[in-house]
């Protein structure tokens, strides 16, 4: 086997921000969680699901209060909004302000309702939503943190639901996906392919 050709490749320097240097595609979501007498909104990409089963993570630091807000109730949402709830979506990451609470902010502001087994707040009108009770916290990622939930209810708008008798793409089509795309950009998903497994292919 040869060693990569360095012809078409730049190296990067993994000591600065590597994932600046080049661009990545991930989902979007928005994970809510109750804080003190009020709630808080903040959008997250470094995000996925665990395995196959009802498990999901995403990367969070200490001095954020959705980490500490985690800590404190042990429950959060998770909202996969649509393409056109963008500007929701990048609103949900405002600075908090001396003169009015984020939690009031986000109320006012945003469209969001509260989930429906537990004391949290979700963007409404999203296409997925997940209810998580905390698992397991991984540390040591320099500064960062990797919070787990077990998805223990989630809900999907009929339109996203995946039925057997649905033409996929079509599905896809009339209602697309927003993606991330790393960084700083968005993406609408409406065009899509059957990805070319190996025959006999089983995960």
Request: glycine content about 6%.
């Amino acid at each position: 086997m040869e060693v990569i050709g360095e012809q078409h490749i730049t190296q990067l320097n993994v000591k600065q921000s590597l994932w600046d240097q080049v661009f990545t595609i991930a989902p979007l979501v928005v994970v809510g969680t109750r804080e003190n007498k009020g709630y808080d909104l903040a959008p997250k990409h470094m995000v996925s699901p665990i395995g196959f089963g009802p498990y999901f993570a995403f990367v969070c630091t200490p001095r954020h209060g959705t980490f500490r807000n985690i800590r404190e109730t042990g429950e959060f949402t998770v909202s996969f909004p649509k393409p056109d709830q963008l500007v929701f979506t990048s609103l949900s990451a405002s600075p908090r302000q001396e003169s009015i609470s984020k939690s009031d902010a986000i109320q006012e502001t945003l469209p969001v309702v509260k989930a429906m087994g537990m004391d949290a707040p979700l963007v409404d009108g999203s296409y997925l939503y997940l209810e998580c009770r905390f698992y397991k916290l991984i540390e040591g990622f320099d500064d960062y943190a990797i919070i787990t939930g077990e998805v223990v209810a989630a809900y999907a708008d009929k339109e996203y639901a995946r039925l057997s008798e649905q033409d996929e793409q079509e599905q896809l089509y009339k209602n697309p996906l927003l993606a991330y795309v790393a960084p700083g950009r968005f993406a609408r998903i409406a065009e899509t392919y059957n990805f070319p497994f190996p025959k006999d292919f089983k995960r």
